[in-house]
């Protein structure tokens, strides 16, 4: 088993990007919202069974369940697709009324997209103070958008997605490709990252420590995954964990 070095001697830090420097879960929850709402006029089932918040919630477990059936692959927006023809089945809706509602869905969640307010400061502390990569699954897509609309790659030498590279997180390889894209090969390095299955496993697997961000409305529990060096609820308590200490006031 490959050694972990302690947080203290952390030189690199590699960071996730979705729901650990964008929120992404609630830009998903409001542009569900705003996709639905013009079937309320359509489908009078709509809506009296649960709250948007526990419709949207089985939406997200019928994507998640068309994810398993496809298999150790990329994403696809194809998943969410079949989950909102399934969801609007069960409501009384037609197969148009769900991919209608799908390409709404697809057009507004991006449009909430907000970054967490510990994220930017965090980045600052820790930019020029430790070698510092961005490593996240998704499509290019997708995840280029993000990291432009916030000017994110201004803090990160090494950006690295998972379609571009064909490798995805747990796989350790890509958190030691993004290390030796930062030519930090071999050197003491963590990860953050909110999904323990993912993030701390893919980090222990590929020698590094782990920082799970267990954020108050996560998404993520530990089951099944290997305990973190370290668990935090924000951002801010990152740069002392890693031995950075707290910005002092302004001189005068």
Known sequence: MTSRP?????????????????????????????????LASHIPEFGAEMSLAALHERLRRYTSQEQVRAGDVEWSHEWTRLAFRRLLAELGGTGEQADAT?????????????????????LERLRGRRRLGLVSNGLAADQRPKIERFGLDRFFPAVVISEEVDLRKPDPAIFAYA???????GRPAAYVGD?????????HAAGLASVWLRRADGWHDSAGAPRPDAELGSLAGLPPLLGVAPAGPEPP
């Open 6 to 38: 302690p947080l203290h001697a952390v030189e690199t830090l590699l960071v996730d990007l979705d729901d650990t420097l964008v929120d992404t879960r609630n830009a998903w929850r409001d542009g569900f919202a705003a996709a639905v709402a013009p």
């Open 102 to 122: 799908w390409s709404r869905y697809r057009a507004t969640w991006p449009l909430h997209l907000r970054l967490f307010e510990d994220a930017v400061p965090m």
């Open 195 to 203: 999904n323990p299955a993912h993030d701390v496993a893919g980090a």
């Open 179 to 185: 290390l030796e894209q930062l030519g930090a090969a």
